[in-house]
Nanobody, 115 residues
Framework: QVQLVESGGGLVQPGGSLRLSCAAS????????KGWYRQAPGKQRELVAV???????NYADSVKGRFTISRDNAKNTVYLQMNSLKPEDTAVYFC?????????WGQGTQVTVSS
């Protein structure tokens, strides 16, 4: 079964940067959108950024201007470049591919922003 594998999380100081990657272990057809969600302790999972099959991007207001989502179709990978990180960005980050007939989720990668 195809899986999404995330990498790039870790501990970073406020103001620092991280780049998350999400690679599919095989081909996934009919992907309508690829995105990143995050879930902080005690909070609901929230959408961070999404890129559609047509290349349209959308971001949560809290990350606009700081995060950038991109993709490399040849590598079957989606990225999340996170700059100017804040303590409130601390969460487990999940990648999500909206495909037909099922959606795919990664296992999550921890991002901790702390001095």
């Amino acid at each position: 079964q195809v899986q999404l594998v995330e990498s790039g999380g870790g501990l970073v100081q406020p103001g620092g940067s991280l780049r998350l990657s999400c690679a599919a272990s095989g081909r996934i057809f009919r992907v309508n959108a690829k995105g990143w969600y995050r879930q902080a302790p005690g909070k609901q999972r929230e959408l961070v950024a999404v890129i559609t099959s047509g290349g349209i991007t959308n971001y949560a207001d809290s990350v606009k201007g700081r995060f950038t989502i991109s993709r490399d179709n040849a590598k079957n990978t989606v990225y999340l470049q996170m700059n100017s990180l804040k303590p409130e960005d601390t969460a487990v980050y999940f990648c999500h591919w909206a495909a037909l007939p099922i959606d795919y989720w990664g296992q999550g990668t921890q991002v901790t922003v702390s001095s």
